[in-house]
């Protein structure tokens, strides 16, 4: 939905990579998964 703002658009895509689907065993898991998701970020999304 393009009516939605940057932050909106990303935890969108978030939830369809890391959380729609997915069942983590532990809590540590799903850690995991989210830092592996943000990771790249953090190269691009630099000031």
């Known amino acids: 939905m393009s009516?939605?703002?940057l932050i909106e658009r990303?935890?969108?895509f978030f939830?369809?990579?890391v959380i729609?689907?997915?069942y983590y065993e532990t809590?540590?898991?799903f850690k995991?998964?989210?830092l592996d998701f943000s990771t790249p970020?953090?190269?691009i999304m630099t000031f």
Request: proline share 0%; no cysteine.
């Open 10 to 12: 990303l935890w969108g």
């Open 41 to 43: 970020l953090g190269a």
């Open 27 to 29: 809590f540590a898991e």
């Open 32 to 34: 995991r998964a989210a």
């Open 20 to 22: 729609y689907g997915i």
């Open 15 to 17: 939830k369809r990579k």
């Open 3 to 5: 009516h939605r703002n």
